[in-house]
Every structure is written in structure tokens, then in C-alpha cells.
């Protein structure tokens, strides 16, 4: 298992590091291009399209790599993408019923154009994630990892590309490094779309129900929980925090959207196989995966505890050097979410979503709570309680998982 595992890891992380490299080559040219008010109207639309990406599929993207037969897998895909098209469609809407109103929540501060883009950027967003977890159906983590590459290259090129035309062209960038990235993969995998049958479709979502039921809301709401701070700061009084927190968090995050994330894909195969194998237990799956993120973490971030504003104001640019100060605290939160969050695919494999449900709802009401009564009492002050909450709960939730792993529940088919 050791050497299949680190095989399998070190594909995706082959191509997953390139990406990660290239876009955080590209930031310190965004930086100089856009301004920090332009970084949070992108900070703003990817706190809301995020969450709303996770409600679209009702999270039967996740089931996609679970089926021993990949005619069920198809199935999985297949619905998830049709139920994202619909539902995004009636955010549309929505959106443009009451678009004044939300406008108004940030001071007028987001156009109408940038507004409207949220239902297809989220809709992207799960298209490419369904598809990404097809091909860990297929264990296509070659293909998953040059998608990552596809994905990262027209992100960064059509945000400066377009920067000369529009306002928004961190969005449009963002929407179109989402349509290459699974264009490719659909490219690559092929999905038979003719072989998908209504029945079957109906069979497959009666069969992983438990996922939009226990899982769906929980996982919007946990979604919805980690884009909060920059939400929070947006409706305030000085909207460019919100820019710096949006650049401090897409750095911050790189390593556990990238690294930590490819860890995870394979993590979810391994136990998903274990698992089909008639395995009892999964802990010695969990702990060394543990041990791996925890060593990852020590060398992605101690260098931002100790040097982050210099590092930001270097690498950004002088006005960019308040957010290296916010870094330098917001990067425990970051370590622990990087360490705990790959881990958490487990529950859906042993049936413990319900136990995840209720740690994601209690993530949610401490995050609203701390934060509303912290929001008005200055940066500095708002970030401490962000930080102690987020480590708390957190290591609450690897408590969690380390429960499912020794108490594996089995489905009834």
C-alpha cells in the first residue's frame, strides 16, 4: 500500500505543485494590475460562489468515486451535473429579482455584472469538481493532476489578459480557467453520456441519499463558514480589508487547496478500496495521512509566522505589507484546516455524515457568533478570535474523524 500510495500522491502533486507554482508566480503581477478594493469584489464573488458551487450538486459529487461498477459512476456524474444546471438556473433568477437588494448589502460597492456571474461561476466550479472525482473513479490522477495545470495557466492568463478590457477580469478569469480545466478532463475521460438511463439515475440517487441529506446543507454551511471573515469585512466600513484578507487566504490556502487537496483525492480512493475489501477498520490509513499533512504544514507555513510582512511586501508589492501582518497570525488557522480538512472524506465512506453534519452546523454557530460580536472591534482584535476559534474547533473535528475510522458503519443497499 505505502508504495502505491506515495505513486499515486506524487502524480498528482507532480502536476498540482506546477500549478500552484505558476499561479502564485502570477500574484505579485495581480497585485500591480489590481487594487485591493479590485481584490475584494474577487474576494466577495468567490466567498458566495464557493458555497453555492457545494449546494448545486447537493453533494452527490462526492459519491462519484464510491461505486465498484463506473456505470454508476457515470450515473453519480451525470446527476450532479444535471441537477447543478437546474438549480443554478434558479439562482439566476433569483439573483436578478432581488439584485438591488443584494447590491445594497455591500454598499453599492459590487456591480450588477459582477452579481450575475455567481450562478455560472458556481456552476463551473461543480462541473469541475464532479468531473475531477469521475476520474478518481477512473484513477486517472495523471489527467486530474495536467486538468490542476489547465486549470491554474488559464485562470492567471485570462485575468491579465482581460484586465485591459474589464473591471471584473479577475472573475471572467477565474469562470474560464474552471471551463478549460474540465473541458479537458471530459476530453480525456470520455464519459459515454449515451449509456446514461433515467432508471438508473434514479437508482443511484435513492442509493447515496444520505448525501443532500445529510450532507448538502452541512457542507454549504461549512463552506459558507470559511468564506464568512471576508463576507463580514466586505459589508464593514473599509472594503479594501477585504482585499487583503482575499490575497492573504488565496496564499495562505495554496498549499491545502493543492497539496493537501491531491493528498486527499488519493486518501479517498485508498479508503474507498479498503473499504470494498471488507476492512474493519481505517485507522492506519488515517494516522499516516495525518503525520503526512502535519509534516507538510510545518514547512509550507513557518515562514509566514516569522517573516510574513516582509515576505508580503516584497513579493507584492509596499501596499500589500498590511496583509502580511494579518498572515502572520491567520496562518495557524490555515495549518489546521490543511492538516484536518483532506481527513474528512471519511465520514461519507463510513456513514458517519450525520456526525459530520452536526460538527459543520457547530462550526457554523461558533464562527457566526465569535465573529459578529468581534467584527466591530477592530482588525487586529477580529483576526485573534478567528484564529482560537478556528484551532478549537478544528481539532474537534479530527476528533470526529478518528472516530469514524474505528467505528465504520455499513451501508444498507
Not at 89 to 104: M, Q
Amino acid at each position: 500500500m505505502g508504495n502505491s500510495y506515495l505513486k499515486k500522491v506524487a502524480t498528482l502533486v507532480s502536476g498540482t505543485v506546477f500549478a500552484q507554482m505558476f499561479s502564485l508566480g502570477i500574484y505579485p503581477l495581480l497585485t500591480r494590475l489590481f487594487d485591493a478594493e479590485q481584490f475584494a469584489l474577487f474576494g466577495v464573488f468567490l466567498s458566495i460562489t464557493s458555497p453555492l458551487a457545494i449546494f448545486l450538486t447537493l453533494r452527490y459529487e462526492a459519491s462519484i468515486a464510491l461505486p465498484k461498477k463506473p456505470v454508476d459512476s457515470l450515473h453519480l456524474w451525470a446527476g450532479s451535473l444535471l441537477l447543478a444546471a437546474m438549480i443554478a438556473l434558479l439562482c439566476f433568477i433569483i439573483t436578478s429579482i432581488f439584485s438591488e437588494s443584494i447590491i445594497s448589502l455591500f454598499s453599492g460597492r459590487i456591480s450588477a455584472d459582477a452579481l450575475y456571474l455567481v450562478p455560472l461561476g458556481a456552476f463551473t466550479i461543480s462541473l469541475f469538481q464532479a468531473t475531477t472525482y469521475l476520474g478518481i473513479s477512473k484513477s486517472a490522477f495523471v489527467s486530474i493532476s495536467k486538468s490542476k495545470v489547465v486549470q491554474s495557466v488559464t485562470i492567471g492568463l485570462s485575468q491579465i489578459a482581460l484586465s485591459v478590457v474589464f473591471f471584473d477580469s479577475l472573475l471572467y478569469g477565474f469562470i474560464l480557467g474552471q471551463v478549460f480545466a474540465s473541458a479537458y478532463l471530459i476530453y480525456v475521460l470520455k464519459p459515454d453520456i449515451n449509456k446514461v438511463e433515467s432508471h438508473l439515475l434514479k437508482h443511484n440517487g435513492v442509493k447515496y441519499i444520505d448525501y443532500p441529506k445529510y450532507n448538502a446543507l452541512p457542507s454549504f454551511i461549512d463552506t459558507f463558514t470559511l468564506q464568512l471573515p471576508v463576507l463580514l469585512i466586505a459589508t464593514g466600513s473599509d472594503f479594501a480589508v477585504a482585499g487583503f484578507f482575499t490575497l492573504v487566504f488565496r496564499i495562505l490556502a495554496a498549499p491545502s487547496a493543492v497539496i493537501g487537496h491531491a493528498i486527499g483525492q488519493v486518501y479517498l480512493k485508498e479508503i474507498a478500496d479498503r473499504l470494498n475489501s471488507g476492512s474493519t477498520s481505517l485507522a492506519d490509513v488515517v494516522f499516516p495521512t495525518l503525520i503526512k499533512l502535519v509534516i507538510l504544514a510545518i514547512l509550507s507555513f513557518t515562514p509566514v509566522v516569522f517573516f510574513g510582512e516582509e515576505l508580503f511586501g516584497f513579493a507584492f508589492g509596499e501596499e500589500w505589507k498590511r496583509a502580511g501582518e494579518y498572515a502572520e497570525i491567520i496562518v495557524f488557522a490555515i495549518a489546521a484546516r490543511f492538516i484536518v480538512s483532506p481527513l474528512s472524506t471519511i465520514l461519507g465512506v463510513t456513514n458517519h455524515l450525520k456526525l459530520g453534519a452536526i460538527w459543520k452546523v457547530l462550526y457554523f454557530l461558533s464562527s457566526f457568533v465569535i465573529l459578529s460580536l468581534s467584527i466591530d472591534k477592530g482588525t487586529e482584535e477580529f483576526i485573534f478570535w478567528f484564529v482560537v476559534n478556528e484551532l478549537v474547533m478544528y481539532g474537534l473535528y479530527l476528533c470526529v474523524i478518528w472516530y469514524a475510522s474505528v467505528n465504520i458503519k455499513v451501508r444498507n443497499v
